[in-house]
């Protein structure tokens, strides 16, 4: 339907300023609709042919245009438009009288250009992409100030599946995970700044981050109101590290609801598939790997103390000071690359009845900088564990145990393809591989060859251990995953879409130096049993249905 008379559009404007709750009033010319609230406006500016113009003005700025808004007017989508306002307007939905809304109004204003010096605090490069390194390793993450109405937005961990589809989807504006920087509530009064904590020029202490001046009542106000990081998307965050974020800014996070740590993840996936079920202790899930392999995955809770394992989404974090929040996002990325890793053994996939998956591990999370991946070996009934250390987002370790079956170079090697991949599937595949090279060693020279030229020029790779999404695998065919069992594979050196979880990939480049279709690297049957005493339960046959 076209919009052909400005009263008509008036009429429109009118109604959805009732609707939301604003004023709305005409210029004494009659060619300028204004939709009004106590801390904004929003000017429409009408001629012969529709809308010129719309802007946008906040309280105490200048009106500015909108682009956003114009084009909703000109298309015609007043409900898209009516929604825009009413997000607007929650923005100031603080309870209190103007001049409160208008104090804490001046505060947000303070920490958001606190943010941005901070965020312009010179540092050293440290991943070859500037805004995934601006992302993963700046103070405060990527910070978009605050335009249009819609908040200062910072994006502060990127997986590398979302680094993917950044690169792929030049247009998007991002896919990671983002904080959204607005004012909220509390019970009780906080002391926000009314004027910059930072001093010019700046500080920097021995953190990196700027000296801040102590609150005092010249540059602060005791506010019925804090400040908020409002997380997009919800995070699953361990009760742990619930008590380290509620220890930093001294705030109680509300609303949360506990549950086990792996039954939230599963909530999570099974919601954004479009599924439903629950979590029993040990279930176990399939990952589909190239060359039709089938790897499985149980989730088990820590014998010892399970309740603090416990977790909940959390959506607020509320804070008072701008030296909080580089310490919260530090946090957050902590708890972002511990839920990647889990989220790659979470899947819906389920192989049909009579097949059997061709890899068992039990993944148990030990606490949240901790978890251990015990398995067999081909070669023996003996468990193998791999023990993953996440000291933080960015230091991400493996050692293999018993120590007598590796050396310092294959935990390196496995903590270099975990921390580029950010996935167990693919690193337990990797090492499933060198495992199976290392016992043709004897046999066969030329992969004796291979293995060791592979760890050296591993080892002496140092050049964007985060950003890229590379990683060379030893003794294996490069193959795209299949979707469906039945697919083929076909390439000699290709990027490899491995699924570590529905609706997630991780990129992995697997060269293969040589023709391997002459290495003994693979076993007449299958090298793990259906069942294993070391794992104890039925949840490890994949000829039973699975329930979750």
Known sequence: MNECSASTIISRLETIAMQRGLGSHLSPTESTCYLTSDMFYVEVLLSGNGVQ?????????????????????????????STKLDCLNSFYSIPGDNEIKIKIYNAL????????????????????????????????????????????TIEYYLSPYDILMETKNAEQITSGHLALVTPGTIGGTQRLPTSSLIPQPPQIASQGLPVFSPLEESNSDELPSCFLLR????????????????????????????????????????????????????????????????????????????????GSFVRDVPFSHPAHVPALLELLRHQSALNTLLFSCITCYRPC???????????????????????????????????VNVEDSRQISCRLFPRGLTDALTDDY????????????????????????????????????????????????????????????????????????????????????LAASVGSYYVISATSPQNVDSLNTETSVKPYPAQCDAFPGQHWSTNEPMTI
């Not at 176990?284 to 416990?310: C, D, G, I, M």
């Not at 068992?360 to 009934?381: G, K, T």
């Open 53 to 81: 113009d719309v802007k946008l003005a906040q309280h105490g700025e200048a009106p500015e245009s909108s682009e956003t808004l114009l084009k909703l007017l000109r298309l015609n989508k007043y409900e898209e438009f």
């Open 109 to 152: 204003q303070c920490l958001e250009k606190d943010l941005l010096k901070i965020s312009n605090l010179p540092r050293s490069l440290e991943v070859c992409d500037v805004h995934v390194d601006t992302v993963l390793n700046g103070r405060i993450g990527y910070i978009v100030p605050r335009r249009e109405g819609n908040p200062v």
């Open 231 to 310: 997380l997009r998307p919800p995070l699953a965050m361990l009760s742990s590290i619930v008590l380290k974020v509620q220890k930093i800014t001294g705030l109680i996070l509300s609303d949360l609801k506990w549950m086990p740590y792996p039954q939230l993840l599963l909530e999570n996936i099974l919601e954004e598939n479009g599924c439903s079920g629950s979590w029993e202790n040990g279930d176990a899930h399939f990952v589909l790997l190239p060359k039709n392999q089938t790897y499985s995955f149980a989730l088990s809770e820590a014998v010892e103390n399970p309740t603090s394992l416990e």
């Open 353 to 387: 009845k009579a097949s059997e998956a061709d890899f068992h591990c039990e993944v148990i999370l030990e606490n949240d900088s901790s978890l251990s991946l015990h398995f067999s070996q081909a070669h023996s009934d003996s468990l193998t564990v791999l023990v």
């Open 414 to 497: 496995l903590s270099r393809v975990l921390k580029r991949c950010m996935s167990i599937p693919v690193t337990m595949r990797a090492l499933y591989w060198r495992i199976m090279a290392s016992l043709t060693v004897e046999t066969s020279p030329e992969t004796s060859t291979l293995i060791t030229t592979e760890n050296e020029s591993l080892a002496a790779s140092t050049s964007c251990p985060v950003a890229e999404t590379n990683v060379s695998l030893p003794v294996e065919e490069p193959a795209e995953i299949p979707m469906e069992p039945s697919a083929e594979v076909s390439g000699n050196e290709k990027t490899a879409i």
